[in-house]
């Protein structure tokens, strides 16, 4: 049992039991019908200390450490907050029943059973599958390296030509002088902002595996440290608004740099996720403190101040608090699903796919907005897995699509850890942390970000490693994964 293991567990609980206690003395500031989020908190706890404390000390799976982590967010530090400020709510000009509220609790309550049983079945699963790889191979840049120097080239055409002009691109603050940016939804630009991130993805590839190989050599103290200040790089260019990315970003730099560098792994965490953090701060002061209507970050933290009130209903917005899944209650009395509505949800959100199915009819999503809105209102809430699951398959079947979530992220790290390719590692590392950190939202934004991730990234690997094969064997490669493709499909259609 390391020290680290130990440390952690006694923080866990111990924050957690302090939490329970002083939520109890506050229960009075709860608002009618919130105050049974306290039972929550116990439960939370109870759990761990039955299914997922063992599985922290017999096991070096990254995933149960954010597992853990965004779970005691919601369940512990959530109606703490609740207890303190006595806001619950992240839709505050939306009124839910008292009974909604209680029915939201006994599915967040029944959500975290089957999670953690869950996640116990599994991690047994995948940490016998880790095992039966004697030796974890050290990742290598499989793919044709000068493809992947015409690919950055590529991009920094596109970024002077289109990217500089729309201000697509900003490093490590987002300028405030030229008004708000917003999310990109534009099929143009989000090409354009994929076009780059790819293009970023792949210097940093190539920049930390030359790095290491120099290093392997003669071990120089340098070499390290210009492969974290390539990560700083790599997390600090901001495409968009989305802070999410930046964290997805500052992980995957972690998990690979780490990889390399073994013996200064925790100067590494620290130093990354140190950078991130500060990444982090100035793009939250920008969106909750409305940097871009002031001179300066200073200006808008001076003239804006966001309290603590307001913090607690960002957590019950950010990760689907008990009024987010008491919303999809009240929508499933006045909004008909149906099996065709989750499949639409599903194919609509895979890269390609969704083009052709654009406009057909309103996602859930947008009935979710639209039901809280009172108007066509495409997107602006996430709603919750377990909300997603209750208004489609019922009570007993509601903790399904968060149980998938679940399996994806297992799935991606038992891969990220194994696949000889540094290319994939990229790839099933992002699709990891974007799994476990969204795990309590609806599957098919998650499926969204994959799959636009596996259609660039994935085929931009695909391509090179093709051109990395030598000319006799290109063909019967092709021809080997056109043969291996028909054999799926005519199994999946049969």
Same mark, same amino acid.
């Given at each position: ?47 761990? !200390?039955?299914? /997922? &404390? $063992? %599985? *922290? ?8 450490? =954010?597992?853990?982590?965004?779970? #005691? ?115 143009? !630009?989000?090409? /354009? &902002? $994929? %076009? *780059? ?8 590839? =190539?920049?930390?595996?030359?790095? #290491? ?282």
């Amino acid at each position: 049992m390391s020290r680290m293991k130990r440390i952690f567990d006694f923080m866990l609980i111990s924050s957690s039991s302090f939490a329970i206690i002083i939520t109890i003395i506050n229960l009075g500031n709860f608002s009618s019908g919130y105050e049974y989020t306290v039972l929550l908190q116990p439960l939370f706890l109870m759990l761990y !200390l039955i299914f /997922i &404390r $063992q %599985i *922290l000390f017999k096991t070096n799976l990254i995933i149960t450490y =954010l597992f853990l982590g965004i779970s #005691f967010i919601r369940y512990i530090f959530g109606p703490l907050l609740i207890s303190i400020t006595g806001v619950g709510e992240s839709i505050p000009y939306f009124q839910i029943s008292e009974e909604s509220l209680k029915l939201a609790l006994f599915l967040m309550m029944w959500e975290m059973v089957a999670l953690n049983i869950c996640f116990y079945i599994f991690a047994k699963y995948f940490v016998k599958r880790i095992k039966e790889k004697d030796i974890l191979p050290i990742p290598k840049l499989l793919g044709n390296q000068t493809y992947y120097i015409f690919i950055i080239l590529m991009g920094l055409i596109v970024f002077i030509l289109f990217g500089y002009g729309e201000n697509l691109v900003n490093f490590i603050v987002i300028t405030v002088q030229d008004g708000r940016h917003g999310d990109l939804d534009d099929t143009r !630009l989000v090409l /354009i &902002r $994929q %076009i *780059l991130i790819s293009a970023v993805a792949m210097a940093f590839l =190539l920049i930390i595996m030359k790095l #290491f190989k120099l290093y392997s050599r003669n071990h120089n103290k340098l070499l390290y440290y210009l492969a974290v200040a390539a990560s700083f790089v790599h997390i600090g260019i901001i495409i968009g608004e989305r802070r999410s990315i930046q964290l997805y970003t500052a992980f995957v730099s972690i998990f690979l740099l780490t990889t390399f560098f073994k013996k200064y792994k925790k100067n590494t965490i620290i130093t990354i996720l140190s950078f991130a953090f500060l990444v982090f701060m100035f793009m939250s002061i920008y969106k909750f403190n409305s940097a871009f209507l002031y001179n300066s970050y200073s200006e808008a933290l001076v003239e804006n101040e966001v309290n603590i009130k307001e913090y607690s209903g960002y957590v019950q917005a950010y990760f689907q608090g008990v009024q987010n899944v008491g919303v999809t209650i009240n929508m499933k009395d006045s909004v008909r699903t149906s099996l065709f509505q989750v499949l639409y949800d599903h194919g609509r959100s895979f890269f390609g796919i969704n083009f052709m199915l654009k406009g057909l009819m309103p996602t859930t999503s947008d009935l979710f907005n639209t039901f809280i809105y009172g108007r066509y209102m495409p997107s602006g809430h996430v709603i919750s897995g377990i909300g997603y699951g209750y208004i489609n398959l019922g009570f007993l079947l509601a903790p399904l699509f968060v149980i998938l979530n679940l399996l994806v992220a297992f799935f991606c790290e038992f891969k990220m850890k194994t696949v000889l390719s540094l290319e994939m590692r990229y790839i099933y590392s992002y699709i990891f942390i974007r799994f476990i950190i969204s795990l309590f939202s609806s599957t098919p934004p998650l499926i969204n970000i994959a799959t636009i991730l596996l259609g660039t990234l994935g085929l931009i690997y695909l391509v090179a490693e093709i051109f990395n094969l030598p000319s006799k064997k290109r063909h019967k490669f092709i021809i080997r994964n056109k043969k291996v493709f028909s054999n799926n499909t005519d199994k999946n259609f049969t």
